[in-house]
């Protein structure tokens, strides 16, 4: 394990997919996509509170880690490439405008102008 490349998102989902072989998530219900969107809104929930209650940055990242990491089982479970989808989304992402909306700036497609 220590010669894992931290860098790597292909060793980021070998060790999310590890952790489901671990425990055979996938033959218990732990791949069932609505249930992972329950487990995703507990943790965006867990962000917000850390947020909401002045947690300490490292209560913060250790939240963001929870939801990456059931994102990334998300992908594995739904069978599709998230590293994949997220560069073909930045692209896309990198080619919108933005506009101040509500005081704060609003990257978006705006499809009314
Ligand atoms: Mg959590």
Redesign the pocket.
């Known amino acids: 394990m220590n010669d894992v490349n931290h860098d790597s998102f292909s060793a980021m989902r070998d060790a999310v997919q590890r952790f489901h072989d671990k425990h055979d998530l996938k033959s218990h219900g732990g791949e069932e996509l609505a249930y992972r969107v329950a487990l995703m809104a507990?943790?965006l929930g867990?962000i917000s509170a850390c947020v909401t209650k002045g947690k300490d940055r490292e209560a913060l990242a250790?939240?963001c880690a929870?939801?990456l990491i059931l994102l990334i089982g998300t992908a594995i479970s739904a069978d599709f490439p998230l590293d994949r989808a997220f560069w073909d989304k930045m692209d896309a992402l990198m080619k919108r405008s933005s506009r101040m909306v509500g005081g704060r700036i609003r990257v978006s497609e705006f499809r009314d102008s």
């Open positions: 507990e943790e867990e250790e939240e929870d939801l």
